[in-house]
């Protein structure tokens, strides 16, 4: 089944600890994106990567990191967590960065920071 | 810089009937497409329908089609005949081409919380 994978699911965790968030796509897409979700401010995008080893910020980059060493999968890095990034996160794949490729998103990780 | 605006945050409809979800856009690339999301309460986000800027019919999917009007940057979501599993959240999005300044960048609305009452 294609489909994009999100780990973990939920997550609670305390200011400071490093944690990693793992996305992975079997579909052979060039394209994959990471997005918070807060309450009245719709998707916002953190960090997007048109293809292996390319990666660049989106509106809200600051506090995470991203990697891209293989196609299928792109984890998003919080090196030292604070509690405005408690969040629903989102991580989406699409063939191509091209305006008409439609973006399959994962099921959410629900973050929250003590 | 794109941006997209949802201007309402909530509405209701009733069952069978047909509302409208609004959307407008601002970007000055030529080329771009608009995307609707569905996202209910379970929080899986749902592709629904595209339209791309060089369209010239408006795009359609079953009960979804998209009002797009490009002189008025406006891309307006029409439900036809809604059903109670419309209850949800719809978001508006933009992508702009893969060559353009803009590329790889998507921009979602804050989205519009639709109830459908029995």
Same mark, same amino acid.
């Given at each position: 089944e294609?489909?994009?994978?999100q ?44 293809n292996?080893?390319?990666t ?26 604070s ?9 989406a ?12 998103f ?9 | ?37 569905? %996202?209910?309460?379970?929080?899986? #986000?749902? !592709? ?9 019919? *408006? +795009? ?22 809604? %059903?109670?599993?419309?209850s949800? #959240?719809? !978001? ?9 300044? *803009? +590329? ?15």
């Amino acid at each position: 089944e294609a489909q994009v994978t999100q780990n973990p699911r939920y997550l609670i965790t305390v200011t400071g600890k490093k944690l990693t968030v793992t996305c992975s796509q079997n579909m052979n897409h060039e394209y994959m994106s990471w997005y918070r979700q807060d309450p009245g401010l719709g998707l916002r995008q953190i960090y997007y990567s048109m293809n292996v080893e390319v990666t660049d910020k989106g509106d809200v980059p600051e506090g995470y990191k991203v990697s891209r060493k293989e196609k299928r999968n792109f984890p998003l890095i919080l090196e030292s967590p604070s509690p405005n990034q408690t969040s629903l996160y989102f991580c989406a794949s699409s063939p191509t960065s091209g305006r008409m490729d439609t973006q399959y998103f994962g099921p959410g990780t629900r973050l929250t920071v003590l | 810089a794109q941006k997209i605006t949802q201007t309402q945050p909530g509405m209701f409809v009733q069952e069978k009937e047909a509302v409208t979800l609004d959307c407008t856009y601002d970007t000055s690339d030529q080329s771009y497409g608009l995307f609707w999301y569905k %996202q209910p309460s379970s929080g899986e #986000m749902i !592709f629904l329908i595209y339209q791309g800027s060089y369209d010239e019919q *408006n +795009a359609t999917e079953g009960r979804y089609s998209l009002n797009f009007q490009k002189a008025r940057k406006s891309a307006n979501l029409v439900i036809s005949a809604s %059903q109670l599993g419309d209850s949800a #959240m719809y !978001f508006c999005a933009m992508r702009e081409g893969q060559f353009d300044t *803009n +590329a790889g960048k998507s921009t979602f609305g804050d989205g519009t919380t639709l109830t459908v009452k029995p």
